[in-house]
């Protein structure tokens, strides 16, 4: 990747090579993003990221949101890998600002050691405005400025950016640019078109192999029109192999908010649950919609099931144009940190993508 750190792959057992339209893709990768469930204890994390590097994935994605500073986890973690690189974000472009990001990202490479790539996207209102009390009304505007700016500061350049919504001026990283990869989570034109401008890697969050179909094809043709090759594209999506019922229920609720978001409303609806979607968008008492969800609604974005359904599911993730399947673990007292789910994935993994 343009010559920066590579990270290792344990055996090499979680990377493949396959040709994708005619463009050669190397290193169909499983990687691993951290849940950070609400139901969980804080700390379980740390023990999924442990686990998830000593199997060999080749990276650990940590988010940002309502419990851990990512830098600081990404930090603490990061020091005791012996293989899997590290995915900070994505850092709501709103709330921190290119500066802020670029020197958070160039401590945890300098103090850990690991190759660090970042990610950026525009979060949600309840983050940006009700938490933060920051402006969050042209973020597809602020995630292309951020995203120059970012990619312009990693790469050890003084950066000058007068931008619309974000300015910075004069500031050069002291630390060792550690010259990260660039990732943008899209889902709309606009961060779609951001992606093809900016991104090394695209990701999309819980969406189903015939969205992801949709979406690499617009993203092929926003890169062709900026001159650039189409980037890498990585699908974060939960994962539970042989669930439990409390698996079930972790994931059912993890799904709620999506049902009336514009895109994965339709989304659902095309994979049958048009009369849940309609009345998610009533707004119903939140306990009232979560009654309405059916076990089998995660099947629809889940690596969830027996391993030849989860087999079969992350085939059609790849032919559907995704380069990094990033999974989600269930964390459950059944599975603690998701144990049993990331060993039978790597596994899975190693037999549907190969060496």
């Not at 709103?94 to 790539?117: C, E, F, W, Y």
Request: aromatic share 4%; glycine share 10%; proline share 6%.
């Amino acid at each position: 990747m343009d010559g920066r750190r590579q990270v290792p792959t344990a055996g090499g057992n979680n990377a493949g090579h396959r040709v994708d339209q005619g463009r050669a893709v190397v290193g169909v990768h499983l990687e691993v993003s951290l849940g950070l469930w609400q139901d969980r204890p804080p700390e379980e994390v740390i023990r999924t990221a442990g686990i998830a590097d000593s199997l060999g994935y080749r990276a650990i994605w940590i988010g940002e949101m309502a419990t851990w500073d990512a830098f600081a986890l990404g930090t603490h973690v990061g020091r005791t890998f012996r293989q899997a690189g590290l995915v900070l974000g994505p850092f709501a472009v709103a709330v921190r600002d290119p500066a802020m990001i670029a020197i958070g990202v160039a401590s945890v490479a300098a103090l850990t050691g690991r190759k660090v790539s970042v990610a950026l996207g525009t979060s949600s209102t309840t983050v940006v405005e009700s938490w933060h009390g920051r402006d969050r009304s042209r973020s597809g505007l602020a995630l292309a400025e951020s995203a120059g700016a970012v990619r312009s500061l990693l790469d050890g350049r003084k950066t000058e950016l007068d931008g619309e919504v974000l300015h910075t001026s004069g500031y050069r990283l002291r630390l060792p640019p550690p010259r990260s990869d660039l990732v943008i989570a899209a889902f709309g034109d606009q961060a779609i078109r951001a992606a093809a401008l900016h991104a090394d890697t695209m990701v999309l969050n819980l969406v189903d192999p015939p969205s992801v179909r949709a979406l690499v094809t617009k993203l092929e043709k926003a890169a062709a029109d900026c001159g650039r090759p189409r980037p890498r594209v990585a699908v974060w999506t939960t994962c539970a192999i042989d669930p439990g019922p409390q698996a079930i229920e972790q994931m059912r609720r993890g799904v709620v908010g999506y049902l009336a978001a514009p895109g994965y409303a339709e989304m659902f609806c095309r994979a049958g649950y048009a009369d849940l979607v309609a009345l998610a968008r009533t707004r119903p008492h939140p306990g009232a919609l979560l009654a309405a969800v059916p076990a089998s609604l995660h099947t629809v974005v889940g690596l969830v099931g027996g391993r030849e359904q989860v087999a079969a599911r992350m085939r059609e993730y790849i032919e559907a144009g995704a380069d990094d399947i990033v999974l989600v673990p269930a964390a459950t007292d059944e599975d603690p940190a998701g144990t049993y789910s990331l060993g039978a994935a790597a596994d899975i993994g190693r037999t549907v993508i190969g060496s």
